[in-house]
């Protein structure tokens, strides 16, 4: 049954309990109503007000909420709207939907971390060097120029989706696997990030936009030149981030974060980098004179090809100690041999049968937005020369200046 109609209008909700009241009588369903918000994010607020003001957060049955991202657009706003939704809902009814914790590979995460008794005595500041996260897009905002240009890179991927990649790759071990410890490991870990000061955001956090180019013998527009984006506009449609862990496990290691629209190719992935050995006993030669092999490396793809790859050295064929990097590579598609349920599959069957473990809570938004605060108000205060990369490009010179600064690159994925 469908139902169309403006969501300010009180006759909206009254057909829609209507429509409840039919389904609960011919499907059985124990009166249980999961209501799903996919509307522009203005209206979060009239529509959870309007359910309490029609009892519709009320029943016989449970009475769940999910709720689509951006959850707010800065820290203020996002406090604003869970007060507003806690007064019709329970935090424990709320939902609060990030695909990206649906997504096979990063649920594999705690499977790999925790299952396994191989990696997780590594998986410190004493054996890891560095953590690269890239969310890479090959197009540009199709069509959705004016959405973005209210969002940007910052608030669209780094803040909700891959912030939450991190904490799910930094947390500690849960004593037990429920949804209360799991998220509580989670929102710990965001709650350790450093907060950036002022004066540190030029160092640490990079904003870029993309500009015209050719790509495959095709003229490209840059942002400014897409439909329904202001000529003059200083939306970041990139956005890279250096942050630090305040904890035991991670002082000292830095994380790389960064998304972007408009880079050569679709791919999302982690990469975890070791530390070398202590000593360089294998030394390979290049035409710019000897150097040590590149260190190992860890790679847990999310997109577009799901999946895990190791990269250690090994002995190339012959005489003499000639070594070079080998990989492992596992795969979803070829390791399980059927469909994967679509990330959003998998988290709207969680929300009907009450398990919120993959969903955002209350205290992890706002320890999210407390990470990226900082940035924006930096962002907002400052006025770019944009673009600053090219279209098909893998983004900014100063993304590259900032892993510079450490000793370190952006790896190509």
């Known amino acids: 049954m469908n139902r169309s109609g403006d969501l300010q209008d009180t006759k909206c909700y009254q057909q829609i309990q209507s429509q409840l009241g039919e389904a609960e009588k011919i499907h059985q369903t124990a009166d249980n109503v999961l209501y799903y918000l996919s509307t522009q994010p203005s209206y979060y607020s009239v529509v959870i007000e309007q359910l309490g003001r029609h009892s519709m957060n009320r029943g016989n049955g449970w009475r769940r909420i999910v709720i689509e991202k951006p959850f707010g657009h800065d820290l203020a706003s996002a406090r604003k709207l869970n007060s507003e939704t806690h007064e019709v809902f329970p935090e424990e009814d709320v939902y609060r939907i990030d695909h990206y914790l649906g997504k096979e590979t990063v649920q594999n995460i705690l499977a790999f971390r925790f299952g396994n008794g191989i990696f997780e005595p590594l998986w410190s500041r004493n054996y890891i060097d560095h953590v690269q996260i890239t969310a890479a897009e090959s197009i540009g905002v199709e069509g959705r120029g004016g959405y973005y240009q209210e969002a940007g890179a910052l608030r669209d991927m780094i803040q909700n989706h891959l912030l939450q990649v991190m904490a799910t790759v930094t947390m500690e071990p849960p004593g037990v696997f429920d949804a209360d410890n799991v998220r509580d490991e989670r929102a710990k870990l965001l709650r350790a990030i450093r907060i950036m000061n002022p004066d540190e955001v030029p160092l640490y956090a990079v904003a870029g936009q ?44 830095p994380f790389y974060i960064r998304s972007g629209k408009r880079l050569p190719k679709r791919v999302t992935d982690i990469a975890i980098q070791f530390n070398a050995p202590p000593l360089a006993m294998f030394q390979q030669e290049t035409r710019l004179g000897p150097r040590s092999p590149r260190p190992n490396l860890l790679i847990l793809r999310i997109q577009p090809e799901e999946g895990i790859s190791l990269r250690f050295l090994s002995k190339s064929p012959g005489s003499g100690m000639r070594v070079r990097p080998v990989s492992m590579d596992f795969s979803y598609g070829s390791s399980f041999g059927e469909r994967s349920p679509s990330a959003y599959e998998t988290l709207l069957v969680d929300a009907m049968a009450g398990d919120p473990t993959l969903y955002t809570r209350q205290d992890m938004v706002e320890a999210s937005w407390q990470v990226v605060q900082p940035i924006l108000d930096a962002w907002r205060n400052s006025k770019f020369d944009f673009p600053n990369y090219e279209a098909g490009t893998w983004g900014p010179k100063a993304a590259d200046e900032m892993l510079a600064r450490q000793g370190h690159v952006w790896r190509i994925p």
Do not use: L
């Open 210 to 253: 993309y500009g015209p180019a050719k790509i495959g013998g095709q003229e490209v527009p840059g942002f400014r030149q897409e439909e329904g984006v202001d000529p003059n506009s200083q939306t970041d449609t990139y956005a890279a981030a250096t942050f630090f862990v305040n904890n035991w496990r991670w002082a000292g290691v």
